[in-house]
């Protein structure tokens, strides 16, 4: 081609995509391979269409998806030879091409060939999932094929995003949606947060109190007025019928759910159910469901009816999260106030030689941990388990100081890299654009505060999961990264999704997206494609001048 029709194409192209640059293609995570043949424009799919896939299931899945997308229902063949000479789309789920893409079992390789044609390769059903994620994306915009060719595979095995239901309680059809946009943006990990100070959301069986007392609080702080009690009691949890399905939910879209159960400390909805649990011994022991924010003192107490208890909670766990190779044990915020005044406490400090109540937090998170193992999981917890001592089997999530990261690498455990720097989607985006109305607070919602926690999407973008400073044999020890949406402010699910989006987009692309491929203006290109999904499903999302884009 002369290069006179080379620019009248790219210029074609510019006007048809909306001002993608020259080669890009509408899809994120921005896949790690792509060639563009723009001189052949894009081929609208239609009905003349017919997907060919061995696998029955998997091309029913490619059919009802590509249905809901563009309204067309196309015919699925088992094999070439029973299609008839119309456009295939062949999904080849099977492949062993010797291509790194295309080997690696979340990878693939997707052909658009000049007749509308679609050759999609991949190793496991996993890839070929994939591939169809990219595919949607890429007929989003006007039902049409660019001619195009995509070798793409994860840069992390950990993409996570993490759902705390402990502050609010969103409920299966949340959840749900939620699990939905990660599939499309090829997030696999749904870390989902079940307990907390103020609200036990997972139905145990053996422990009926958990959920008759432990799911309800007596009031709530105010919207916009944080010390007030709102006078409205609050609660709610999953049934475990309500769990299998939506780990069966999950399972289907690529993703795996790792339960978070909160141990030692945010743990006052526990204790408030079986009160023998905690620090009986201390004074003024009253546990209650915590009615306000914030960090709070009660603690398990280290004696044996809690190991039992929480055995047999782990049990339960372990038995309705069957596909999730790690239980995440929490670890995080437990002051050890409760315990230094405890005398039970301090008699198992002496008894068994630890040193201070910081060891007989690791030391305590170590029974569980054995326990864990002996059903075939593994922990995680957050950074603090490494305070008294980190056990050398366990994955920790470095959300405080990168430090943490750096002494974990070398102690040869994997980590998972969260840090509230960039990774925390309960702070505001900007403050400043905040709207107008108290169902928008935040948890810095005051501009007089020097460094008020903001992360903007630009800052979520620029995340390296690596962290400087790893040696390179290492770095395999970092497994991915992933953005926390703490609820505490987020009253419902509409106010929350205006947290999650558009900054999912950008953790999605982080954690998938080789490092060479991340490019910040060519996201935002990406980017309208995206919102304008989020329009069509009716979620809500921050606007890029800070308005919600759905009224609550
Ligand atoms: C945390 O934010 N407390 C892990």
């Known amino acids: 081609m002369n290069i006179r029709k080379l620019l009248l194409a790219a210029f074609a192209y510019s006007l048809l995509s909306g001002g993608l640059a020259v080669g890009e293609i509408n899809v994120i995570p921005r896949p ?16 003349s269409h017919v997907i060919v896939c061995t696998d029955a299931a998997l091309g029913r ?45 979340e990878g693939y390789a997707l052909e658009v060939a000049a007749d509308g044609s679609v050759r999609i390769e991949a190793s496991a059903r996993a890839g070929a999932f994939y591939a169809l994620q990219t595919l949607v994306q890429l007929i989003a915009q006007d039902a049409a094929l660019p001619v195009v060719s995509i070798h793409d595979s994860p840069r992390f095995k950990w993409r996570g995003m993490h759902l705390d239901e402990g502050r609010h309680f969103f409920g299966p059809v949340a959840v749900k949606r939620m ?26 069986k053996k422990y009926p109190k958990l959920t008759q007392i432990g799911s309800w609080r007596a009031n709530s702080p105010t919207p916009g007025d944080r010390n007030k009690p709102d006078g409205v009691p609050y609660g709610g949890y999953y049934t475990q019928d309500e769990i299998r ?41 009253a546990p ?44 995080d915020e437990a002051p050890k106030k409760q315990w230094e005044k405890s005398a039970f406490a301090q008699k198992v400090i002496r008894e068994n030689n630890l040193k201070d109540e910081m060891e007989l937090q690791s030391w305590f998170l170590a029974r569980i941990e054995k326990h864990i193992n002996a059903r075939g999981r593994r922990i995680i917890g957050w950074d603090e388990i490494q305070e008294g001592g980190l056990s050398p089997t366990a994955t920790m999530m470095v959300w405080r100081n990168w430090k943490w990261a750096l002494l974990a690498l070398e102690k040869g455990n994997d980590i998972i890299m969260t840090p509230t720097s960039h990774c925390y989607l309960d702070y505001a985006e900007s403050i400043e ?43 395999k020890q ?75």
């Open 478 to 552: 970092v497994i991915g990264c992933q953005a926390n949406l703490w609820s505490e402010y987020l009253f419902d699910w509409n106010r929350a999704e205006y947290n999650l989006y558009p900054r999912l987009f950008a953790m999605a692309e982080v954690a998938w997206s080789p490092k060479a491929a991340r490019d910040w203006n060519s996201f935002q290109q990406r980017l309208p494609s995206a919102l304008r999904h989020l329009d069509q499903i009716k979620a809500n999302y921050r606007r890029p001048d800070g308005l919600p884009a759905r009224a609550r």
């Open 179 to 204: 699990i939905d946009s990660m599939a499309l943006y090829k997030l696999n990990i749904l870390h989902w947060h079940l307990t907390e100070d103020q609200g036990w959301r997972i139905e145990i």
């Open 433 to 475: 654009s905040l709207p107008d109305d108290p169902y928008y607070e935040h948890v810095d919602n005051n501009l007089t505060k020097r460094t008020p926690r903001q992360v903007p999407l630009e800052k979520i973008y620029q995340l390296e999961p690596v962290p400087e400073g790893t040696p390179p044999d290492r770095e």
């Open 245 to 285: 399905e939506i780990v069966a939910y999950a399972r289907q879209r690529g993703i795996t759910i790792i339960p978070e159960i909160e141990i030692p400390g945010h743990a006052a909805a526990a204790i408030a159910s079986y009160p023998e649990l905690g620090n009986t011994d201390i004074e003024s022991y």
């Open 32 to 47: 790690a391979q792509i060639v563009r043949n723009i001189a052949s424009g894009s081929i609208p799919l239609g009905t």
């Open 61 to 105: 899945v490619y059919a009802d998806t590509l249905f809901e997308w563009t309204g067309l229902r196309l015919a699925v063949h088992p094999t070439a030879a029973t299609a008839t000479d119309r456009p295939v789309i062949v999904v080849d789920s099977a492949s062993r091409a010797a291509d790194t893409h295309v080997s690696h079992p």
């Open 288 to 331: 209650k469901v915590m009615e306000r924010w914030g960090v709070h003192p009660y603690t398990f107490a280290p004696k044996e009816k809690t190991f039992r208890f929480l055995q047999d909670v782990f049990d339960e766990v372990c038995a309705l999260f069957p596909d999730s190779p790690y239980i995440h044990i929490g670890g």
